[in-house]
């Protein structure tokens, strides 16, 4: 059942759930390369691990770009050695190229291109690529992140919300199209989560604040290692028989 001697991509892995998985990861013994377009915080991510003892890289990459992303995979393997695990788990908040929220109709177009670029294409990129090294290596195990509003709505963010449902969509077709080779893929739908997109979405929308602490039925906001616990599972062998699945890790927040 152990991760341990395994290696591990994770992307966005600066902050957030990203950083806090890439921690535990390192804790059961895993190598960690981690990927972000921060480069001091995936410095700085990098520095905590190994002064726990743990085996960590970065590699600074733009998951909308294929040739980062390409290039990311290779320094993984290259260092690490076949890819076993890999944490698609990178995003853009919605509006984050607008001003403020915005209707459906009113969303400016460069905020849906870049929602879809990053997160849509973004994790299409990192899949094909982890895809393509777990293929020449005897399988592996991937996990998305997608989120509630991978199902759900929430107003005035059809960018993120889109983007969202579409990363449930590439999880079931990967599942489904490697399901007899040995990779399995699944998705992580995270509620309201401690971390830097949320703590800016609450800087820019102080009402947030409110919701955010009501809207999960045990009351509280999760913390990042919560998610990353659950990604870990569905990434061990504890879950060999799991595959095409979205996971809510959602303090209930799906059956409201
Ligand atoms: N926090 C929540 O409440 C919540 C809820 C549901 C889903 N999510 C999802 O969880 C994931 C992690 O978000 P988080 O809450 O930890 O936010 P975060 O902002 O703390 O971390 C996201 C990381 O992704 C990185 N990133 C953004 N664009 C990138 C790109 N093009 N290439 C590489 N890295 C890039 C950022 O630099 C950042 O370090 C995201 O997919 C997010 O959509 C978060």
Redesign the pocket.
Known sequence: MSLAGRSIVI??????????TARLAAKQGMRVTL????LD??AAAVAAIERDGGMAQFVA?????EA?VAALVATAVDRFGPLHAAFN?????SHSHTAAPADFADMPTVAMHRSLA??VM?TFFCMRHEINAMLATGGGAIVN?????GVLAIPQAVD?IAS?HA?IGLTKSAALDYAKRNIRVNAV?????????????FAKNPELIEW?NSVQPNGR??D?EE?GQAALWLLSDAASFVTGISMHVDGGYSIV
């Open positions: 992307t966005g892995a600066a902050a957030g759930i990203g950083a806090a990927a972000d377009l921060d915080g995936g990459t733009d998951i909308a770009e980062a788990n990178a995003a853009i908040p990053v997160n973004g992140t997608a989120s509630n509003v993120y969202k990363v739908l995270p509620g309201v989560t401690k971390s830097r997109m949320m703590e800016e979405s955010a906001i999760a990042a998610i």
